[in-house]
């Protein structure tokens, strides 16, 4: 029930991420580029991102960047750059910005620098279905089965039976969902196969979605 309620209090303050904060640091990187933290010639780089392709989504991460890894193990075949940024009441989180081929994942980390959680707001990345920013909810079920729903901050969130540790945000409020949207934990049948995914996250503890 914990990852339950932190993934509904978060929902709407890791969109606010997603959108502002990232746009953020792809400018301040444009103008400070000698600020990587780590210098990536060819042959690292296609560990990075292997032939020259943003690597899947799945329930450990994406690509070198593990739920658990170290920021410093990840650097070392993807270029990456440390910020800080927050995720709503005027917390500073520390994380990561790690660069893919040219496609951004913004990571939060923890105080001995390992990642906690990847937050994805590029549709380059994709689940190993295909699916990710710009999918349709009705895909989501197509591909994954049983989907599950909370709201936070208005903003409606997802996630899978057959996707653990990833949710999706999506572009639908809940003042646009019927009436049962308020009880949409109990009855995710309410958001419509068109709703559309605006930004994912990788989490280590996934709320359950049985079934």
């Not at 296609?46 to 690597?55: E, F, I, L, M, Y």
């Not at 800080?84 to 989180?93: A, D, H, K, P």
């Amino acid at each position: 029930m914990h990852s339950h309620r932190r993934l509904t209090v978060l929902a709407g303050a890791l969109l606010w991420c997603t959108t502002a904060a990232c746009q953020r640091e792809a400018a301040e990187r444009r103008e400070q580029p000698t600020r990587d933290t780590t210098a990536v010639a060819g042959g690292i780089e296609d560990v990075c991102a292997p032939n020259g392709r943003a690597p899947v989504v799945t329930s450990g991460g994406i690509g070198v960047a593990r739920i658990g890894a170290s920021l410093s193990e990840v650097g070392q075949s993807c270029r990456t750059r440390d910020t800080t940024f927050s995720l709503g009441e005027g917390i500073q989180e520390n994380g990561a910005v790690i660069e893919f081929a040219g496609h951004r994942v913004l990571a939060l980390t923890t105080g001995d620098r390992t990642i906690s959680r990847l937050i994805v707001a590029d549709s380059a990345f994709r689940t190993e279905r295909g699916l990710g920013v710009g999918s349709t909810v009705g895909q989501l079920r197509e591909a994954y089965g049983r989907l599950c729903g909370a709201v936070g901050e208005g903003t409606v969130a997802v996630w899978l039976a057959g996707l653990p540790n990833v949710s999706f945000g999506l572009d639908t409020r809940l003042s646009e969902l019927p009436a049962s949207g308020s009880r949409i934990s109990d009855d995710p049948s309410v958001i419509p196969d068109s709703a559309r995914v605006t930004s994912l996250w990788v989490i280590s503890e996934g709320a359950a979605c049985g079934g």
